[in-house]
């Protein structure tokens, strides 16, 4: 049963990662061509830590640093 469980919270961090690429994804499709490069380099990123062999609960913080440092970019 604890693997069971192990997996379905590993499940759920890795769907609510998911969830965060698409939202990071949106943003940076909404920043200013100014900052179109700095959001690029955060979605590459993003994309990289979403296919990475991390954890699934370091991978789901990872994405939320990832996706505030794009809100800052884009809010100026």
């Given amino acids: 049963m604890i693997d069971h469980d192990a997996n379905k919270e590993k499940l759920i961090y890795l769907n609510k990662s998911a969830n ?3 939202e990071i994804g949106d943003l940076y499709s909404a920043v200013a061509k ?4 700095k959001a690029k380099s955060i979605y590459d990123k993003s994309l990289d830590v979403l296919l990475s062999e991390v ?5 789901y913080n990872t994405m939320i640093e990832l996706k505030k440092q794009i ?5 100026g």
């Fill in 20 to 22: 965060l690429f698409e």
């Fill in 34 to 37: 100014e900052g179109k490069s």
């Fill in 55 to 59: 954890e699934p609960n370091e991978k």
């Fill in 71 to 75: 809100i800052n970019l884009k809010d």
